[in-house]
């Protein structure tokens, strides 16, 4: 083959790999949006094991006490939902997500807790929420509010739920890290810096002194960001 022809030949499969590679980030963007099928039980599974860490480090900071209800939105495969309610044993632990897969993995995770009625899960959206004003003590949320819509309309719904006085945990980890990987893009992902989560909450109801953000250094170089946030008892 000519030396220009082998280059052309060269050129072309390196596009169409190229090609297949952004396909799986996209791929791997949308499952850890809504799970889904065989790469969804998969993405699942994974998940349990890689996001163990953010979730040990946000259920310390929700300070439960055994009396308390609470809510996780989009708990996955449910690894933070059995902490929880090994940490509530007199109280109650309600988690929605709307992936059905996930429903079905956290809810095998979680059989016992459920069958004895401490624990409710439902398949659902983040807004509307189907709970009453200042229902749950307190609220977790890890590694979801990359899916939050533009507007943000979620947090107004979380602030909704919580009690006077209850608080809030939020992990995600920090924009800088999103911005390496290749499955975080923006069709799937909202990503976010200190500031863009201090707005995110202070938007959805929460006063600023009442919102804190720490800055967590974790394995393999992970920049991630915990926001507690403490909901006012002053009328909104
Ligand atoms: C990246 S996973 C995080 C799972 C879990 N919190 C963890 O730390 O392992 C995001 C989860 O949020 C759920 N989710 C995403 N957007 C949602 C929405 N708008 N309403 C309900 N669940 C949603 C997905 O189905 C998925 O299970």
Redesign the pocket.
Known sequence: MPQTDHRAVHRKTKIISNRYVDRFWQMIGKQ????TGVAGSIVGWL??II?DE??RVAIAALELVERDTVL??????G??LAALSCRVLQGQVYG????AL?LAQASRRNRSAIESGQMNLLK????PLPWKVAAFDKIL????VY??GPAGH?MSEIHRVLRPGGRLVVYVTDSSTMKKWPFASPDTHLVFDQRDLRTLLERGGFDAPEVTIHTLHLPFGIRGLLAIAEKSFKPA
């Open positions: 850890l949006q809504h799970p998940m349990a996001n953010p979730n996780e939105l989009g708990f996955g495969p690894r933070g929605v997500d709307q992936s996930m659902g959206t983040f807004c949320l890890v590694n979801v899916f939050f979620e």
